[in-house]
């Protein structure tokens, strides 16, 4: 599923899009907004992989919302505006959908995305793995990094950092969907858009952050918690 969020200023379009994505089976709608600003800090918190972002909104314009994201998702413009499709495929945007918008254009327009999105997700799979260790390329090596050994994970858009112990991180193409889908479940547990933590290494759970030492607080975002607070709960000794 391609976890996607769409941002509206009109209501009426807004709900259009949510309809359309709740209506495309390999899309998955995940949040929805009426403001740029609004959906900045979900975008800190939350993975996703494509967003529908009407470009004439007040306050701050869906293109410079894009513009300013560092390692942005997808992206679909919609607009009533059609000057704007230059410069929208000037950010690397997938497609530009002029209202009112036909669902046959957006299916279309999303099934590019899907094809792009698993693309890139094929290109960073170079991931082997059994129960107790895997091996991933870095830095033209293939490197053996046994489980037991990570305490977590953190995402960097196309990266992934890998932290071992007192040992050096080790970076490696990859996302952390890919990354999350290869390690077992019973060991990792996702807490965080940007962070895997290994549920062993777990020694100190403070204000919804976990401790793994005096510098090191991972943060349990609200998209996650009810997951994370249900194996607190299963261990917890009363």
Do not use: C, W
Request: no cysteine.
């Amino acid at each position: 599923m391609i976890r996607s969020i769409t941002i509206d200023d009109e209501p009426l379009a807004l709900k259009q899009m949510v309809s359309y994505i709740d209506k495309t089976p390999f899309l998955e709608l995940i949040g929805q907004f009426e403001s740029a600003l609004q959906a900045i800090t979900f975008l800190q918190e939350n993975e996703v992989d494509l967003m529908f972002v009407d470009i004439n909104m007040p306050d701050l314009s869906g293109m410079d919302f894009v513009k300013s994201l560092n390692n942005p998702p997808k992206v679909i413009f919609t607009t009533a505006y059609s000057e704007y499709a230059l410069e929208g495929f000037r950010v690397d945007a997938i497609d530009y959908l002029l209202k009112p918008i036909d669902y046959s254009l957006f299916l279309k327009a999303s099934e590019k995305a899907r094809e792009r999105i698993q693309a890139k997700e094929n290109e960073n799979s170079e991931v082997h793995s059994d129960d107790k260790f895997l091996f991933i390329k870095s830095e033209y090596k293939i490197l053996r990094i046994v489980l037991s050994d990570i305490k977590y994970i953190e995402g960097m858009r196309e990266y992934v950092r890998i932290h071992l112990g007192n040992e050096k991180p080790v970076m490696t193409l990859m996302s952390m969907k890919k990354m999350e889908e290869y390690l077992p479940k019973t060991n990792f547990m996702r807490v965080h858009r940007s962070y895997i933590v290994n549920l062993d290494k777990i020694t100190t759970v403070e204000r919804n952050r976990i401790v793994f030492d005096e510098k090191v607080y991972i943060p349990v975002s609200e998209q996650y918690k009810p997951k994370f607070q249900k194996y607190l709960d299963d261990n917890f000794l009363v």
